[in-house]
């Protein structure tokens, strides 16, 4: 663990020795201390996770052991079929995409996959898509407003892949061409951010009638590195500009750039995934229950409306 994460350090060692406890015969007498050192962990938790900074908060919705897009694929969906390719060139394991049954209902889904160990990280390039992600991404959505099925998208990416052939093949085409076809897509879209939402490569997956964020889940036009880097030209002030940006969900939903702040499990989802899971999936289902009641053109009108809304500016 890095220095910067360190104050997880004692959750960790906690945890830690209640499985190693768990681990015992029962009947050997260690139920009371199991049940003393969760009393602990709940207590230590309450304290630490209460008094976060926006930067350790960021290192929270970049912790690799949170669920991604699978993980909740794999939680709250059925008969999931993925489907693969942009039709043009390749397709994009950073961005995965298919149809499925979610709580009784046929639904597109959509979102970034970092991976997890090295090997997967590296054929999911991090999960920071090439356009050909952004291209298959458009293609699920467009069968997906053919069929008339709701659209889930899951945001988890640090941005788009900045390499040469990415910018060779359109980057920034792509993204822009899905920010357009979201926009006017017939059917109504939940957008979820689960981690980190960097950038253009998260607002190609991010143009919905509702946007939900994780408790600690972070969505800026930059990462903090990023800023610190322009602004100050020392990539450590990166705290310091995370405060700046105010990147947080409790940021996000006064600044109104997201709709709601879906409650994670003490200490984060990735200290109970499958929990983290439900309550996105209770979330969604509630927001989709909502949104269905709409006629089509009033669902339009008022994602566009939502969008034009955001920010504030003043003129002469």
């Known amino acids: 663990m890095s220095s910067e994460s360190a104050f997880e350090e004692p959750l960790i060692e906690l945890r830690r020795r209640i499985e190693e406890l768990e681990g015992y015969p ?27 900074t926006r930067w350790q908060k ?40 298919g149809l499925a049954r979610f709580r ?12 997890r160990g090295t090997k997967e990280r590296i054929a999911r390039n991090f999960g920071q898509p090439r356009p050909e992600g952004y291209r298959k991404a ?19 990416t640090p941005g788009a892949y900045p390499g040469i052939d990415a910018e060779e093949r359109g980057q920034a085409e792509a993204i822009a061409r899905n920010l357009i076809e979201m926009s006017g897509l017939r ?32 969505y800026s036009v930059i990462s903090p590195e990023g800023c610190a880097a322009i602004l100050w030209k020392d990539q450590e002030k990166k705290a310091q500009a995370a405060e700046a940006m105010k990147v947080t969900a409790l940021d996000l939903i006064e600044l109104g750039v997201v709709d709601e702040i879906v409650p994670e499990p003490p200490g ?22 909502e949104l269905e009641k ?15 809304s955001l920010g504030v500016f003043e003129g002469s």
Do not use: C
């Open 187 to 218: 059917v109504p879209i939940v957008v979820t951010v689960t981690g980190e939402g960097g950038s253009g490569g998260a607002l190609a997956l991010g143009v919905g009638d509702r946007v939900l964020i994780l408790e600690y889940g972070v």
């Open 138 to 156: 458009l293609r699920i959505l467009r069968l997906a407003e053919r069929f008339g099925l709701p659209v889930l998208t899951f945001i988890d």
């Open 268 to 289: 984060g989802a990735h200290t109970d995934p499958r929990e983290a899971a439900r309550l996105v999936g209770d979330a969604i289902e509630r927001v989709l229950v």
């Open 104 to 115: 009784g209902r046929s639904v597109a889904v959509i979102g970034h996959q970092k991976g």
């Open 26 to 52: 029962e009947g050997s007498g260690h139920e009371r201390e199991i049940a003393g050192l969760r009393r602990q962990l709940a207590e230590r938790t309450g304290e630490i996770y209460g008094s976060l």
């Open 58 to 97: 960021t290192l929270v919705a970049r912790n690799s052991e949170r669920p991604y897009t699978l993980d909740y694929v794999e939680a709250l969906t059925e008969d999931w079929i993925e489907l693969h390719g942009d039709r043009a060139f390749a397709d994009d394991a950073a961005i995965v995409a």
């Open 294 to 308: 709409l006629p089509i053109d009033r669902l339009l009108a008022e994602r566009y409306a939502r969008f034009r």
